[in-house]
């Protein structure tokens, strides 16, 4: 199956990809492998996208500072709070990647707005900081709050059926083309996350290269006739 909108989160391919994959044995995605040893990925962080509107009340800085409520000061707090949530030892980030709001300098802030990115690396995780992100309760009485957006790819767990999508990767990797596969763990997502629950994943099986989404970003050509041989190997083996 192939589509052009994983970088958007693949949001009208989504249902035909999970559709396709409750009636699989087994899923092998593309995408390209963890650096320039070519690694496959068996585990990935889930990913989502959550929006903050905070509505304050606006009244002149100067005049009357006391009759307003910032929604800006209030958003700072909770950007504090919704950064206190990342638990790296539990492999959890909640990042403000963006900010915005205000009108003039001299007015109390009526709106501000965030975008928060969350990675989860556990369903577990996922369940305890998701309501936490959507159930911010404002500090000041006089401000609303209002929270949208969801983790829109589940965390891909390594299970034991994937150790053995990897595994058999690995034998068919050393005994025909004399590679020594490796797998790693990657904090980005793909449409690996939606099929994982549903049908034995093996992620990372496209071009070996580095850089992603960065200038320097290439993959390396001589490198290609290798992973079309390992994918054809893993077609006939599954097959059969």
Do not use: W
């Not at 307003?68 to 206190?84: M, R």
């Not at 070996?208 to 290798?226: Q, Y």
């Amino acid at each position: 199956m192939m589509t052009s909108d994983e970088e958007l989160g693949s949001p009208t391919s989504k249902d035909y990809i999970i559709e396709e994959a409750k009636k699989s044995d087994g899923v092998f995605v593309l995408e390209p492998s963890q650096g320039k040893e070519g690694a496959l990925k068996t585990a990935r962080k889930g990913v989502g996208t959550f929006e903050i509107r905070v509505h304050g009340v606006p009244s002149h800085a100067g005049i009357d500072p006391e009759k307003g409520a910032s929604a800006i000061e209030e958003l700072a707090e909770q950007i504090t709070y919704l950064s206190s949530l990342t638990d790296l030892e539990k492999g959890t980030t909640v990042n403000v990647g963006l900010i915005d709001g205000g009108s003039q300098k001299n007015v109390i802030a009526e709106d501000a707005h965030a975008v928060v990115d969350v990675r989860v690396q556990t369903k577990e995780e996922m369940n305890r900081v998701v309501p936490l992100i959507q159930n911010l309760k404002p500090h000041d009485p006089n401000i609303e709050i209002t929270v949208t957006g969801e983790i829109y790819r589940p965390p891909l767990e390594r299970t034991d059926d994937i150790e053995r999508l990897f595994e058999k990767a690995k034998s068919l990797a050393h005994d025909y083309l004399g590679i020594e596969l490796i797998e790693e763990f990657t904090g980005g997502g793909s449409d690996a996350n939606f099929t994982a629950s549903l049908a034995p994943t093996l992620d990372g099986l496209g071009a070996v290269g580095a850089g992603a989404h960065a200038h320097h970003e290439h993959c390396v050509v001589s490198e290609m006739p290798k992973r079309s041989a390992l994918l054809a190997l893993l077609l006939i083996e599954y097959g059969k």
